[in-house]
């Protein structure tokens, strides 16, 4: 699985962006996909997670609320709608795909290494 993310960029606090995730391959919908963020010297970052089924949906406590993830498997993408942008949502976005098969529980969707399949990040920056 190949992924490829876009959407992001610089947005005012309070804005909102909506990043993509493009997979490629025939296996999108069996996969378990999710959202992490990094700022350089820290560690990686749980955003949210979004199960096989459409309606299963994991996030961070510091996001929820304010982001949705969603998935459309017709397109093989993967979204990530984000509402009330605060500056410390400034990060590099990256999306992630779990091996087929994975156990759907908050416990391995929000551990990055469990996730064999990653996408090059996507900057966002919100200004004060």
């Known amino acids: 699985v190949q992924l490829q993310a876009s959407g992001g960029g610089l947005v005012q606090a309070g804005g909102s962006l909506r990043l993509s995730c493009v997979a490629s391959?025939?296996?999108?919908?069996?996969?378990?996909m999710g959202w992490f963020r990094q700022i350089p010297g820290k560690e990686r970052e749980f955003v949210a997670a979004?199960?096989?089924?459409?309606?299963?949906?994991f996030y961070a406590n510091s996001v929820k609320g304010r982001f949705t993830i969603s998935r459309d498997n017709a397109k093989n993408t993967m979204y990530l709608r984000m509402n009330s942008l605060k500056p410390e949502d400034t990060a590099v976005y990256s999306c992630?795909?779990?091996?087929?098969?994975?156990?759907?529980?908050?416990?391995?969707?929000?551990?990055?290494?469990?996730?064999?399949?990653w996408g090059q990040g996507t900057k966002v920056t919100v200004s004060s």
């Open positions: 979004i199960g096989t089924a459409i309606n299963k949906t």
């Open positions: 391959g025939h296996t999108f919908s069996g996969h378990v």
């Open positions: 992630a795909a779990q091996p087929l098969g994975t156990i759907e529980v908050e416990a391995t969707v929000n551990t990055p290494s469990l996730y064999d399949y």
